[in-house]
């Protein structure tokens, strides 16, 4: 019953690494969203997608970027990872449509737990 | 730019007692709010939203929230908290981007320590 799947549920790397995040959705969503979680920071929003190849930025898109080439799939990429970008990162999901049941709601993957040394 | 806040890290009740969250918006237009909670080692999940309609909304596991307009606020509420009830939970909005998409804001989180 998994709907948002996230590919590595723990990864670690060094600095300067170059680092892809994947998640896909199977429930043909057109809003894909990345956040990273810190304690007492609540979830920030990275980047955020409404539809195919379309990105915007979220509160903290610095050194991060994203590919969404399919509408299933939305990647977030460390370019050259550092230490301060050690996180939990979050993928979540929702459909559009005004205020019908569902729309709106954020569906989140289990979180990739990033580690860089 | 929308906002949220949760003004409160934690909270301390014991089991059986009311457990009040607390969350303050700051919006333009009318507001989209949503709680979600995230239990340990678990994703984050929706728990209720208010889109319109009754202020007191009723969501899973016997919590509800009740919208306040002129207090601009959004408390979730469960009457007898529970010491499973002990998680992090996050208050959020939606902000709409101008191309008809939109993007979720959420507040720092707080997390009730459920006595038992």
């Known amino acids: 019953d998994v709907k948002v799947t996230q590919s590595s549920r723990y990864l670690v790397k060094r600095t300067g690494e170059k680092v892809f995040l994947e998640c896909v959705q199977d429930?043909?969503?057109?809003?894909m969203f990345w956040y990273r979680q810190d304690p007492g920071l609540g979830l920030r929003l990275i980047y955020f997608?409404?539809?195919?190849?379309?990105?915007e930025k979220g509160d903290i898109p610095e050194g991060y970027s994203v590919s969404r080439e399919k509408k299933e799939r939305f990647s977030l990429i460390l370019e050259s990872a550092s230490t301060n970008q050690t996180s939990m990162y979050l993928c979540?999901?929702?459909?559009?449509?005004?205020?019908?049941?569902?729309?709106?709601?954020?569906?989140f993957g289990a979180g990739s737990r990033l580690t860089v040394l | 730019a929308q906002s949220v806040a949760q003004p409160e890290d934690q909270v301390n009740v014991a089991e059986g007692n009311p457990l009040t969250v607390k969350c303050t918006y700051s919006?333009?237009?009318?507001?989209?709010l949503f709680w979600y909670v995230q239990y340990p080692n678990r994703g984050l999940q929706f728990l209720l939203k208010?889109?319109?309609?009754d202020n007191l909304v009723k969501g899973s596991y016997g919590f509800e929230a009740e919208f306040n307009k002129s207090q601009t606020s959004f408390h979730l509420k469960k009457p007898s908290a529970l010491v499973s009830d002990s998680a992090l939970y996050f208050c959020?909005?939606?902000?709409?981007w101008g191309t008809g998409g939109f993007k979720t804001i959420f507040g720092a989180g707080t997390r009730p320590f459920v006595k038992a």
């Open positions: 959020a909005v939606r902000d709409m």
């Open positions: 919006v333009s237009g009318n507001p989209y």
């Open positions: 208010y889109i319109t309609g």
């Open positions: 429930m043909d969503h057109e809003n």
């Open positions: 997608s409404y539809d195919v190849k379309m990105k």
């Open positions: 979540a999901s929702s459909s559009s449509g005004g205020s019908l049941s569902g729309a709106n709601v954020l569906t």
